[in-house]
């Protein structure tokens, strides 16, 4: 989950962010992180040390990100100094620029063309002129009619762009409000909300100068004891983001617009690798940020001075840079971070999150908040992944993307197929029973093949585990489901630990899926009155993956797992009952879930009627 550098590894990208002129800025926004590093500014990133960085990365794939302050602020000619020894670079594969937009004109543009024409642009801007208070000149004064500015003239230059869209309390409420105004101009084909997760800021931006400007006395007036006024909390930041993803999917966006954090998720659940290192495992230690200055260190999100690692002339190896590293305190500790991910059910999909804002927030030991949005985020995703068509099913919080390992079927698309066909052939299956009463190809404990039966195979009765029947008949009777796995649940055994009673549903289409998560939030919340206390029902999403295809199938998983508090013997005296407990709530419900039916989580109503939506489809 956090790859360490490994110097003889070539295949590997590093990135490096060039700050160009350290926290030299023409504008002054209140939450600039750069500017309360206080590092100096003035100096500039030259062609020189940009050879020395590829020179000491040689081999392997570099992309470069000119950053700041502002790295427009070098000037022209600097700038296309460093763009030159960039595109001589063999290693270097990507270069990208992140800027204010407010010297954007056609000559920097002619620059750029002439000297590095794949150079990618981004573009700083917080949603609508109210999302920008914070960012301002040094006289207090608004930034964003110039930006809208360069904007259009990107668009008349048929140049793209993305924005970085920091996520405050002036944006809060206001997704998709935001979202259609970023995607009104036709530049922008990529949007990234950032948090301001700020609360940890408890006083002004140091000036250098002993007159106080405006930005900076309205920066002290947003300061108070709780924190800055920018900032937000990670709840606050999931809402607004899943949010967001809704609108982005009803509106159609998704055919012209990459979201972030939403798409790096979605790739995550189709086992895919982000360019995202919030969710990848290519973290602080494939990530080094170089100053004016000479000082390279880690990325420019940690604190500095502990990230730097030394300074740029001592490095003539990337040995060199992994002994520093190896000596960085900051570094180990955000390796120990993240160890506590490696048994976390979403490591596959959240990959730890950031390093610096994980740092803060446990050393004010609220880690488990930050853990807990992280985990909100992937489990709104998966919902809108798995029914598109129905994305109020990111706000229910009973069902959690729960992945369990192997979760494999020989051949799902003819399981579907034969389960409802009364004329198709149905192979003799191999049951055995263990001891503790698994049934199962080898009649052992613990997870081992089973072959795949339906209502109508002769052996179906026999196939499945007496003490969870009733409840798969009751779902696949009465509700008419298709159900792919089940358990009676089993106690520990010297080679398999305790499995709790299960039942895994496989919807025939997105349609379905959206009913039958419905259908069992509401069991659910039945359940809650009606099963023993030791007994509460988890319900998950989870991947089928066809051993066929390689396709990836989302299924539904429905678990009675023991409380917190409960103790064995409460646990087996109460194991008969639960599942049937389940099934009669569902054979006595007046009605079977339908295309109307709602969970009964609190879901805001839809903003608009839904667009068609494939996963394939969204912009990677």
């Known amino acids: 989950m956090y790859a360490r550098l490994d110097p003889g590894d070539h295949a590997r990208a590093v990135s490096v962010i060039l700050k160009l002129r350290g926290e030299?800025?023409?504008?002054?926004?209140?939450?600039?992180?750069?500017?309360?590093?206080?590092?100096?500014?003035?100096?500039?990133?030259?062609?020189?040390?940009?050879?020395?960085?590829?020179?000491?990365?040689?081999?392997?794939?570099?992309?470069?990100?000119?950053?700041?302050?502002?790295?427009?602020?070098?000037?022209?000619?600097?700038?296309?100094?460093?763009?030159?020894?960039?595109?001589?670079?063999?290693?270097?594969?990507?270069?990208?620029?992140?800027?204010?937009?407010?010297?954007?004109?056609?000559?920097?543009?002619?620059?750029?063309?002439?000297?590095?024409?794949?150079?990618?642009?981004?573009?700083?801007?917080?949603?609508?002129?109210?999302?920008?208070?914070?960012?301002?000149?040094?006289?207090?004064?608004?930034?964003?009619?110039?930006?809208?500015?360069?904007?259009?003239?990107l668009e008349r230059r048929n140049r793209t762009t993305s924005v970085i869209c920091a996520v405050t309390p002036q944006i809060l409420g206001r997704a998709a409000e935001i979202v259609d105004h970023l995607a009104s101009f036709p530049a922008v084909t990529a949007i990234s909300f950032v948090p301001c997760f700020d609360s940890s800021v408890v006083a002004p931006t140091r000036s250098a100068s002993t007159r106080i400007g405006t930005s900076r006395v309205l920066q002290a007036s947003a300061i108070g004891p709780s924190g800055?006024?920018?900032?937000?909390?990670?709840?606050?930041?999931?809402?607004?983001?899943?949010?967001?993803?809704?609108?982005?999917?009803?509106?159609?966006?998704?055919?012209?617009?990459?979201?972030?954090?939403?798409?790096?998720?979605?790739?995550?659940?189709?086992?895919?690798?982000t360019g995202s290192c919030h969710f990848d495992d290519l973290k602080c230690d494939h990530i080094f940020t170089l100053y004016p200055d000479g000082r390279l260190g880690s990325c420019d999100e940690l604190p500095w001075p502990q990230a730097q690692l030394a300074r740029l002339p001592l490095l003539h190896s990337q040995q060199d840079v992994r002994r520093a590293q190896d000596r960085s305190r900051l570094l180990a500790d955000a390796h120990a971070l993240i160890a506590p991910c490696t048994s976390c059910d979403y490591q596959d999909t959240c990959g730890g999150g950031c390093m610096a804002v994980r740092r803060r927030y446990s050393h004010a030991d609220?880690?488990?908040?930050?853990?807990?949005?992280?985990?909100?985020?992937?489990?709104?995703?998966?919902?809108?992944?798995?029914?598109?068509?129905?994305?109020?099913?990111?706000?229910?919080?009973?069902?959690?993307?729960?992945?369990?390992?192997?979760?494999?079927?020989?051949?799902?698309a003819a399981f579907l197929r034969r389960w409802d066909d009364p004329f198709a052939f149905r192979q003799r299956a191999r049951l055995c029973t263990s001891d503790v009463g698994n049934i199962n190809t080898v009649g052992?404990?613990?997870?081992?093949?089973?072959?795949?039966?339906?209502?109508?195979?002769?052996?179906?009765?026999?196939?499945?585990?007496?003490?969870?029947?009733?409840?798969?008949?009751?779902?696949?009777?009465r509700w008419g489901y298709i159900t792919y796995d089940s358990c009676q649940g089993h106690p520990a055994t010297p080679d398999a630990p305790q499995r709790s009673p299960s039942v895994g549903i496989l919807p025939r289409d997105r349609t379905e899926a959206a009913v039958i998560a419905a259908g069992l939030c509401q069991l659910a919340t039945r359940a809650d009155d009606a099963l023993p206390p030791t007994f509460r029902v988890e319900l998950g999403r989870n991947l089928l993956i066809c051993a066929t295809t390689g396709n990836r199938y989302p299924v539904l998983d429905l678990r009675l797992v023991p409380v917190a508090d409960s103790s064995p013997n409460d646990?087996?005296?109460?194991?008969?009952?639960?599942?049937?407990?389940?099934?009669?709530?569902?054979?006595?419900?007046?009605?079977?879930?339908?295309?109307?039916?709602?969970?009964?989580?609190?879901?805001?109503?839809?903003?608009?009627?839904?667009?068609?939506?494939?996963s394939t489809e969204v912009r990677q």
């Open 444 to 477: 052992l404990p613990g997870v081992h093949e089973a072959d795949d039966l339906d209502p109508r195979h002769p052996q179906w009765r026999d196939g499945i585990e007496p003490g969870i029947f009733p409840l798969v008949q009751a779902i696949t009777k």
């Open 228 to 273: 800055p006024a920018w900032a937000i909390t990670p709840p606050q930041y999931a809402d607004f983001v899943l949010s967001a993803a809704v609108h982005w999917v009803r509106a159609g966006w998704f055919r012209k617009i990459k979201l972030d954090p939403v798409v790096s998720v979605i790739r995550r659940l189709r086992g895919l690798r």
């Open 571 to 614: 646990y087996s005296a109460a194991l008969p009952t639960s599942a049937r407990l389940l099934a009669e709530l569902i054979n006595h419900a007046e009605e079977r879930p339908s295309g109307d039916a709602r969970c009964r989580c609190a879901c805001p109503p839809p903003a608009s009627e839904p667009r068609s939506f494939d």
């Open 24 to 153: 030299t800025c023409d504008v002054d926004c209140l939450y600039c992180f750069e500017k309360r590093k206080e590092t100096p500014g003035g100096r500039r990133v030259d062609a020189a040390q940009v050879h020395r960085l590829a020179a000491l990365f040689a081999g392997r794939p570099l992309a470069v990100e000119l950053h700041g302050g502002e790295p427009l602020t070098a000037g022209k000619a600097a700038v296309a100094d460093v763009l030159r020894a960039l595109a001589a670079s063999p290693n270097v594969v990507r270069v990208s620029l992140q800027t204010n937009g407010l010297r954007l004109d056609d000559a920097w543009l002619d620059l750029f063309d002439e000297h590095l024409p794949s150079l990618e642009i981004g573009i700083s801007l917080d949603g609508d002129t109210q999302g920008n208070s914070w960012r301002v000149g040094y006289d207090g004064g608004p930034v964003y009619p110039r930006v809208v500015e360069s904007l259009r003239l």
């Open 366 to 412: 609220l880690g488990d908040v930050y853990c807990d949005h992280r985990m909100r985020l992937v489990d709104g995703v998966a919902a809108l992944l798995t029914q598109p068509e129905h994305p109020e099913a990111v706000w229910c919080t009973r069902l959690r993307w729960r992945p369990h390992h192997p979760n494999q079927m020989h051949d799902v």
